[in-house]
């Protein structure tokens, strides 16, 4: 009698792998503690009303982790329920490698077989800032990508992610023809108010150039304290929503309490709009700018990580133009998630 209730038990313990999507959990690879983690975080994120959960995935992280299993990669996504995909694709794209190439058409396949949009990132040069040459460049080359392929392998949208508060005086990356340049002096019509001008400007025509594909932004969370204060007259969600379609808001702590504080605002400030601002946490260490821990999720665990969405959504829940929650990256949140040793790589 005791071995049978040890084995119902037990059975009863085991992930239900019709759960999931049809023959992903074959194709990711996972063992059944991952399944039932897996299974725990999509109904944490399923718990509050039906949002959209996105994920980051870079070349020299899951890109290069996945070289020759696209598919395995978009099964395990799908697997945890991410319903966006937010693919760095300057190598297939901006540098043409044919490798690279069809390993994306490969990827976007299957995330599309499971459900998953696909988001190209681009838009965050420098070099926007100077000139309208290399927008037109990064429209043009997602355009004629999708021109390119069949339906299935088509990106659904434009993912920016233009940081002008990254271009300080003396920063590695900063075109020399930029005479603006962030600092910590706010006020109307100052460097960083001209800085998010020109950002506003760059989703506007890029809207333009793109449609009909969807576009996003990420945003910084500190923009918008400052716009409601006075500080800025640029910068604001509903600024930004004119153009595009939704706003990612980078809230990046450890703390539950934090991330929802950070990203509030921007929530508030996009008031009626629909399923507009989603809220991005870090999984991710040793990328640019980096903090250490106190940014991200990933040295806190698996136990520190479900809660945390958990609270997100709830929190969210109550406002209409919430969308959902971000992950940035999926390397540093398949470490969490597999309890590996995390090797800090860069982006």
């Not at 681009?122 to 390119?148: F, H, M």
């Not at 002096?185 to 998010?196: C, H, I, K, R, T």
């Not at 969405?309 to 109550?318: I, K, N």
Request: glycine share 8%.
């Amino acid at each position: 009698m005791k071995r049978l209730l040890f084995i119902l038990m037990l059975a009863a313990a085991l992930p239900v792998y019709g759960q999931f999507p049809e023959g992903a959990v074959e194709a990711a690879g996972i063992t059944d503690t991952m399944a039932m983690r897996a299974e725990a975080y999509r109904t944490a994120m399923r718990s509050a009303g039906n949002y959209r959960y996105g994920v980051y995935i870079y070349t020299r992280r899951s890109i290069d982790d996945y070289g020759r299993e696209p598919v395995k990669l978009a099964a395990r996504l799908a697997v945890l329920g991410f319903t966006d995909v937010y693919l760095g694709c300057e190598a297939a794209l901006g540098d043409g490698d044919l490798t690279r190439l069809r390993w994306q058409k490969a990827f976007i396949e299957a995330a599309h077989k499971w459900g998953m949009a696909v988001w190209a990132l681009r838009l965050s040069s420098g070099r926007l800032y100077v000139g309208n040459e290399k927008l037109y460049e990064d429209c043009k080359s997602v355009i004629d990508y999708n021109y390119s392929v069949k339906k299935s392998q088509r990106f659904d949208g434009v993912s920016a992610d233009l940081e002008p508060h990254i271009f300080k005086a003396g920063f590695i990356d900063r075109p020399k023809e930029l005479k603006l340049a962030w600092s910590n002096n706010y006020f109307p019509g100052g460097d960083n108010d001209l800085l998010l001008e020109r950002t506003v400007e760059v989703m506007k025509i890029a809207k333009k150039e793109l449609e009909p594909l969807k576009l996003s932004q990420a945003m910084g969370f500190f923009f918008q304290p400052r716009v409601d204060s006075g500080l800025l007259t640029h910068g604001g969600a509903s600024e930004f929503l004119q153009y595009c379609d939704y706003l990612v808001v980078m809230a990046y702590n450890y703390r539950k309490e934090r991330i929802w504080e950070m990203a509030k605002p921007l929530i508030v400030d996009a008031g009626e709009k629909p399923a507009s601002i989603s809220v991005c946490v870090k999984t991710s260490l040793g990328t640019h700018g980096d903090e250490g821990p106190v940014t991200s999720l990933q040295p806190h665990g698996w136990g520190n990580l479900l809660p945390t969405m958990r609270y997100l959504v709830e929190q969210g829940s109550a406002h209409k133009s919430f969308r959902g929650v971000d992950v940035f990256e999926f390397q540093g949140f398949e470490i969490i998630w597999e309890e590996r040793v995390p090797q800090s790589k860069t982006k």
